[in-house]
């Protein structure tokens, strides 16, 4: 049998007040209070790293947990020097909706924002 770790704390990630009420609404949506907000970097996209968001039940070894009120954002152990500093936020205005990443430790990124390096 294996034992999980999970490690939580303040810094690193931030997830901005309108993001944490969307992924709320989205969980309540759901009808699932069982699931975490997961944010990770996966090698791809057209500059080399991509994020990816999703919910997870999931507790990996080495997760980190970041509470935002009732939301927890999840983080593996390799994804969080990527993301430290980094916030989630939620727009929505005609042009776009979703979720954005803004990340101080991206040297650049592709036009369609959701790749870096």
């Known amino acids: 049998m294996t034992t999980e770790a999970t490690t939580t704390t303040t810094t690193g990630i931030l997830l901005t007040d309108v993001a944490a009420a969307k992924v709320s609404a989205l969980l309540a949506q759901e009808g699932r ?4 907000l997961r944010v990770a970097v ?3 996209g057209c500059s080399g790293l991509k994020y990816q ?6 507790n990996m070894d080495g997760d980190i947990v970041r509470e935002f009120g009732a939301v927890k ?13 980094a916030t989630i ?5 005609i042009e776009k909706q979703g979720f954005t990443i803004d990340n101080p430790n991206a040297a650049g990124s592709c ?4 790749s870096f390096n």
């Not at 209070?33 to 975490?36: A, E, G, I, K, V």
């Not at 968001?53 to 999931?58: A, N």
């Not at 036009?111 to 959701?114: K, L």
């Open 42 to 44: 996966q090698p791809g």
């Open 33 to 36: 209070d069982d699931l975490n």
């Open 89 to 93: 936020d939620f727009v929505d205005t």
């Open 73 to 85: 954002v999840i983080t593996d152990k390799m994804s969080d020097p990527y993301l430290s500093g």
């Open 111 to 114: 036009a369609c924002g959701d």
């Open 53 to 58: 968001l999703y919910f997870d039940d999931r």
